[in-house]
């Protein structure tokens, strides 16, 4: 059998998962909103904390065609300073039930990667978890996704908690090991009863420059693992260094990348400029999105 026809049928197999008892297909392209409540996210302008200006941002994100927004109170640039779960806990306050209230079928992706936020997070109303970590950071976690049976977005991560780039592969290419690593930890997830999971690639995340780009221009691969494929790439290092400019500067590389990603595969992408990447999906895909 071929590659392709193995990728295809693994595609076809994971495309749909269960949120909170409703069948949600992702092979459908989905527009997942970023909304920080940080004062110290990488991209100034994505930051907000007054609840009147979050409140603000969601309606706007929204109305411009987010399917998901993911909500967090951490920022994990390169070498931020770590925070407790309370602070996040702190941040978060009554923003996803706000939301929720205002938008009861709005999906909202929590972005922590402790067990104790996202006990907090679901209660309010979270429908999926993302985690950076992939359930290194906080064991709890996992018991806690597993326990509300929540779907999980698992992020392909050896960097630490303070997110600093490493090279583990010097000897390894970088699709086999994401393989590995993703594989590993997807057999862990199943057997805690999680089986709605979505894979993130993880870029930025303990990868150098080239590892990112090699990854993203061999991404098709990673349907092998028979799950969607959630990409977040939007005014990253990756475009900055490569194109020389600040995040501000990066948001036509950021879609050209998110076109690529298209093409080999990735239906969620997580992004700071919701109306541009729905202009991509009408240009690329508008049988799609009828």
Request: overall charge negative; hydrophobic content about 40%; charged content about 20%.
């Amino acid at each position: 059998m071929s590659l392709a026809k193995d990728l295809s049928i693994a595609f076809q197999r994971s495309r749909f998962l269960n949120i909170k008892g409703e069948l949600h297909d992702f092979a459908q392209p989905k527009i997942m909103g970023i909304l920080n409540i940080t004062p110290d996210s990488f991209f100034e302008q994505s930051r907000v904390q007054e609840q009147e200006l979050i409140m603000e941002r969601a309606r706007a994100m929204i109305n411009a065609g987010a399917d998901i927004l993911d909500i967090g109170a951490h920022s994990t640039r390169p070498n931020a300073p770590l925070m407790s779960a309370q602070v996040e806990i702190d941040r978060l306050g009554n923003t996803i039930a706000n939301i929720k209230k205002e938008f009861p079928s709005q999906l909202i992706s929590l972005d922590t990667y402790y067990g104790a936020v996202a006990h907090f997070g679901i209660a309010q109303g979270a429908d999926l978890i993302n985690d950076i970590s992939a359930g290194q950071f906080d064991p709890t976690l996992w018991e806690v996704v597993a326990s509300h049976q929540i779907p999980y977005i698992l992020n392909y991560n050896r960097g630490g908690q303070q997110n600093e780039a490493r090279s583990y592969l010097k000897n390894k290419g970088i699709v086999s090991d994401a393989l590995a690593f993703l594989s590993e930890k997807k057999a862990a997830l199943h057997a805690l009863g999680c089986n709605d999971i979505l894979i993130d690639p993880g870029f930025g995340f303990g990868k150098n420059l080239e590892e990112n780009h090699e990854l993203l221009q061999k991404l098709e691969h990673l349907h092998i693992l028979g799950a969607p494929l959630l990409v977040g790439v939007s005014r990253k290092s990756m475009i900055t260094k490569r194109l020389n400019c600040s995040p501000d500067e990066a948001l036509n590389g950021t879609s050209i990348l998110h076109a690529l990603a298209y093409t080999k595969g990735a239906r969620i992408f997580r992004v700071h400029d919701v109306s541009a990447l729905k202009e991509l999906f009408l240009l690329l895909a508008p049988q799609e999105l009828q």
